[in-house]
């Protein structure tokens, strides 16, 4: 369990939305209870947990590398595809295999286009991910001009803005019923325990004990069905 | 008109500067007790001497606008290096200098935007000893330098350890070709890269249990032995580590050695340390150095003399950290503030510029008062309002 010595009580960032039961499940396996962060009537964004030694941040999925990176929380659980998107300073320490889902091309069901190098040169993309999307292209060497949308990204072939769309794929049923499909993945996404590079260093085994918990306790026999991922 | 300094710049006020001199003075007297010399390397030098053979990326660097390819330094080290190996050849080895000044970073910002960070380095450099003797002195005059700057034991002073040459040695056993990536992948603390790599499994699992040791020098040395056999490199290390854990643990400094921690500049290759404190809610980085030989080496190629260690203090986040929990303790230490020395009418302005010499004479601070003031009840009302320890009103 955690050590009395330890030289500051340990933080952790947590994802608000689809991965915070899994990721409150995975801690409390590892012996820290932030089940309160769960409670339909928790506004708290900072929440101790049940035996006093951490606490747990509760922010956005894209803040969670942020916090992790300046060192405000040591620990953080975020998802492969934001951790591509904001490229920050932090250490990649478990995948914890929830939260699957694929970054991935999709077109208009009837555009005709069958893979990401048939869409024409100069043709416009959508995306909430502009940095992977960028990058995409680029080492497809297909020039693309991007358009950064903060959600419902499937309206941008939808009313002709756009002719593609890069986002998260899930289940697939959003893109279907919006008359879009996949045509090529950028690259597969599911949740990663990250930490600070420095405080990992200056550890005392503490914090590589958690870490090594959450990397071995069973992973829940339980798996809840994926909320999709808009 | 913009009235904002420009992307990313400081401006400080006068408490920041005092603050700021009073630091860079107690370690000087710290560098000069141990035999070290001023120097002043400039500010602006050609960006081969500032990349430093690769070791600092030219994204980093603040470049300038000029006829040659120059820019400003984003560390001391280099410009030092390439003084001792060109105008202080001549003179005899070892070399101890030390300096301080602002040193520049170039970096993205978030809104995608160059930004630029200055920042006040104090710093110490000893060229020309290739010996473990030079490391160990380093180490001591770094742990003497922050006994001066008194931080208090809430900081948890950590002294982390690293060495180049370990590393290296470490990664001898892993086939050249994903040699480069294990070791970006150990320094960049990725354990998902490295479980990703084709290697055997022993040396795959010798690698994980590799990015997870880091702690007390003994203990660490003892599993590297194990790793490794008696090598030279890990009996040198330990004698180092060893003459520093008395002193480290008279001021509180835990010692921590971690063969994976490497800076982020890519200038050394021996011995690397950096002190971390904590902050009041983050570590915070106040000193970083080590050894590096081959840069030296490129400024005066083909001398046995190609060594250099040095340090540097980051002036700036100690005292932040200082002024972070103890402000009002800082206010009542500050020295009183100078007499308000006024006159009743324009015409006494002569009285009372010969009152201020009369007062800086005998050694105290005294200003002015430009426009004239009724009565004393008016100078003294203006002399708080200033900050001042009091009046001086002379009547006409």
Redesign the interface.
């Known amino acids: 369990m955690i050590t009395a010595n330890q030289?500051?009580p340990i933080t952790v960032a947590l994802a608000k939305g689809a991965l915070l039961k899994d990721s409150v499940r995975r801690f409390q396996a590892a012996g820290l209870d932030f089940s309160d962060l769960l409670e339909e009537d928790n506004r708290l964004l900072m929440v101790p947990s049940r035996c006093g030694t951490a606490r747990a941040l509760l922010v956005r999925n894209a803040d969670v590398p942020v916090y992790v990176a300046?060192?405000?929380a040591q620990l953080g659980v975020v998802g492969y595809d934001v951790l591509r998107e904001h490229q920050l300073p932090v250490?990649?320490?478990?995948?914890l295999g929830f939260g699957g889902c694929r970054m991935a091309v999709a077109v208009k069901a009837s555009s005709g286009y069958r893979r990401a190098a048939d869409l024409p040169a100069h043709c416009r993309v959508a995306s909430k991910f502009t940095r992977c999307a960028e990058a995409f292209f680029e080492q497809l060497d297909l020039p693309v001009e991007l358009i950064h949308l903060t959600g419902s990204v499937e309206l941008g072939p939808i009313t002709g803005m756009s002719e593609a769309i890069v986002d998260l794929v899930a289940t697939g049923r959003t893109l279907r019923d919006n008359g879009l499909v996949a045509i090529e993945d950028l690259f597969s996404s599911t949740a990663?325990l990250i930490?600070?590079?420095?405080?990992?260093?200056?550890?005392?085994?503490a914090l590589?004990g958690l870490v090594?918990r959450i990397a071995t306790v069973q992973r829940p026999a339980h798996r809840p069905v994926q909320v999709p991922v808009r | 008109m913009a009235l904002q300094p420009a992307a990313g710049a400081r401006d400080l006020n006068p408490g920041q500067v005092d603050s700021n001199r009073r630091l860079c003075d107690l370690l000087a007297n710290v560098y000069r007790l141990w035999g070290y010399q001023e120097v002043a390397p400039p500010t602006i030098e050609r960006l081969d001497t500032l990349e430093a053979g690769g070791a600092i990326a030219e994204r980093e660097l603040v470049r300038l606008v000029a006829d040659e390819p120059l820019g400003l330094r984003p560390e001391l080290t280099a410009p030092i290096a390439r003084a001792a190996s060109t105008r202080m050849l001549g003179r005899p080895r070892p070399l101890r200098l030390w300096a301080s000044g602002t040193t520049f970073r170039s970096f993205t910002g978030d809104g995608g935007g160059q930004r630029i960070s200055e920042q006040l380095q104090s710093g110490v450099e000893l060229l020309g000893e290739p010996s473990p003797a030079a490391d160990a002195e380093l180490l001591h005059l770094l742990l003497a330098a922050v006994a001066s700057l008194g931080l208090p034991p809430r900081h948890?002073p950590?002294l982390?350890v690293g060495h180049h040459g370990l590393l290296s040695a470490l990664l001898s056993q892993v086939p050249e070709e994903q040699r480069s990536l294990a070791r970006h992948a150990l320094t960049?603390?990725?354990?998902?890269?490295l479980a990703a790599l084709s290697l055997p499994d022993s040396q795959r699992q010798r690698l994980m249990a590799l990015i997870?040791l880091?702690?007390e020098p003994v203990r660490v040395l003892y599993q590297l032995e194990q790793w490794l056999g008696p090598v030279p490199l890990l009996e040198s290390l330990a004698a180092t580590l060893a003459s520093v854990t008395t002193p480290a643990a008279a001021l509180g400094v835990r010692v921590?050695l971690?063969p994976t921690?490497q800076p982020h500049f890519d200038l050394y290759d021996g011995l690397v340390f950096k002190l971390?404190c904590?902050g009041a809610?983050?570590?915070v980085?106040i000193a970083s150095g080590g050894r590096y030989d081959a840069l030296v080496g490129r400024f005066c190629s083909g001398s046995s003399e190609a060594a250099g260690t040095g340090f540097g203090f980051d002036v700036e986040a100690i005292r932040d950290l200082l002024e972070s929990e103890a402000a009002p303790a800082a206010a009542d230490g500050q020295a009183p503030g100078p007499w308000l020395v006024a006159s009743a009418t324009a015409a006494g302005l002569g009285a009372a510029l010969r009152r201020m010499a009369e007062l800086h004479g005998g050694g105290e601070a005294a200003e002015l008062c430009t426009q004239p003031c009724a009565d004393q009840a008016a100078a003294d009302q203006l002399a708080a309002e200033r900050g001042c320890r009091g009046a001086k009103w002379l009547a006409a």
Not at chain 1, 91 to 95: C, G, I, S, T
Not at chain 1, 195 to 205: F, K, M, W
């Open positions: 030289r500051s300046y060192g405000q250490a990649q320490l478990v995948d990663r930490g600070h590079p420095l405080a990992l260093r200056l550890d005392d085994g590589q090594e | 948890q950590t982390l960049d603390f990725d354990p998902l890269a997870g880091r702690g921590q971690d921690f971390v904590q809610d983050a570590p980085a």
